[in-house]
């Protein structure tokens, strides 16, 4: 008989960007993306250009659990990953959604 599994929660992070400050907020991401594999719990990250009309970034990230995504937020890596903030910001705007994964189906 197969085990459950338990399922993992998504956090996405609506980011709204002026024009033109794309390419900056993707370069800021890629140069951060590494800090991340090492922080416990942390399953993964998608960061998502708007197209067809949309005009905010999705930056999607899989946690294990509630706690690992709190223990990232409370902890060194969130500030190492957020250390260049004293730069000029490339967002005017940002909303969190959060959710729980009922279902995960891959190829």
């Not at 990250?45 to 067809?52: G, K, M, V």
């Not at 260049?84 to 009922?102: N, Q, T, Y």
């Amino acid at each position: 008989m197969a085990s459950v599994k338990a399922m993992s929660i998504v956090k996405i992070n609506a980011i709204t960007v002026p024009e033109g400050a794309g390419e900056e907020l993707e370069r800021r991401f890629s140069a951060n993306s590494s800090k991340m594999t090492d922080v416990p719990g942390f399953i993964g990250f998608q960061l998502l250009r708007p197209t067809a009309g949309e005009s905010r970034y999705f930056v999607f990230t899989e946690w294990e659990s509630e706690e690992a995504y709190q223990g990232w937020r409370e902890g060194r890596a969130f500030k190492a990953s957020h250390e260049g903030e004293k730069r000029k910001p490339v967002s005017s705007s940002a909303d969190l959604l959060e959710f729980d994964v009922v279902l995960d189906v891959k190829a």
